[in-house]
């Protein structure tokens, strides 16, 4: 007796189930093609996304970073309009709460790799520096060869790759090189008052630093007397430097351009016996 009514339990479980299923069958289709339009959208909103994007910042990472995003979103809409078409109101409560759950626990987890990526994408649209340009920042000094989303590789002076995460660069000061077209030399050392020659020290110096390579021709070479000190007189020369635009190396014409400085004060100077 008890066996039969299990049997007859289970029989109508089961023939509820497929009236339940029969009844939601047009609303199972109405689903499937709701989501098959959606995937479809998403896909060309993600070509469309890539290509104004692209448009926008020139940066494939970046690119491809949002149309995947778009793409996903339009597919998360596409799945919950599908799931209430099939009234399972629930289960769009359940993963809407997932979700806000998951995305609250990975905010957490992964806060510094959060702040990169949000770095880089200031950075791309902002554009401090591009490839090729030579910055100054956190200590290194080299040419930008490659912007990802989560950090820039630079080429330091010595030929090292040094990778630094987009927000120390963001949070910090950058120094670009590449976009300074000018850079100022000031050298300051002693003569002696006693000197004879002491007064022509302006024009020896003047007339000894034309003509030196890396220097701009169009800012006016100083030679100042800026203090004294005791018996000598601290004369201090400012020059520019020049940097070629078809020459990333800046850093290497500012450094030559010091060096010729400096010898050709000091020949000067010993020349004229000025020290």
Request: proline letters at 3%; one cysteine or more.
């Amino acid at each position: 007796m008890a066996y039969m009514q299990w049997t007859k339990l289970i029989y109508n479980k089961i023939q509820l189930w497929l009236e339940t299923a029969i009844k939601m069958l047009p609303n199972l289709a109405v689903a499937i093609v709701v989501l098959a339009l959606f995937v479809l959208l998403a896909r060309l909103m993600k070509k469309l996304v890539y290509k104004l994007v692209y448009r926008l910042s020139d940066t494939p990472a970046l690119s491809g970073l949002f149309s995947s995003v778009a793409y996903l979103l339009l597919c998360f809409v596409g799945l919950f309009i599908a799931l209430d078409v099939l009234q399972l109101d629930k289960t769009v409560s359940s993963l809407l709460a997932g979700a806000g759950i998951i995305g609250l626990a990975l905010g957490f987890a992964f806060q510094d790799l959060t702040a990169n990526f949000i770095s880089g994408i200031f950075i791309t649209f902002r554009k401090p520096f591009e490839v090729g340009h030579q910055i100054e920042t956190n200590g290194f000094t080299g040419n930008v060869e490659n912007i990802q989303l989560r950090s820039t590789t630079l080429r330091t002076l010595d030929g090292l790759h040094v990778i630094i995460p987009n927000k120390e660069i963001f949070q910090k000061p950058i120094i670009n090189h590449s976009l300074t077209p000018e850079r100022r030399i000031s050298l300051t050392f002693n003569v002696a008052i006693v000197n004879e020659q002491m007064s022509s020290v302006q024009s020896l110096l003047q007339n000894a630093l034309k003509g030196l390579p890396h220097l701009a021709e169009h800012r006016p070479l100083q030679v100042l007397y800026s203090n004294i000190d005791g018996a000598n007189v601290k004369v201090t020369v400012n020059c520019w430097v020049a940097y070629d635009d078809n020459n990333n190396n800046d850093n290497d014409n500012y450094n030559e351009a010091v060096h010729a400085v400096i010898s050709r004060v000091t020949s000067v100077m010993k020349e004229h016996q000025l020290i």
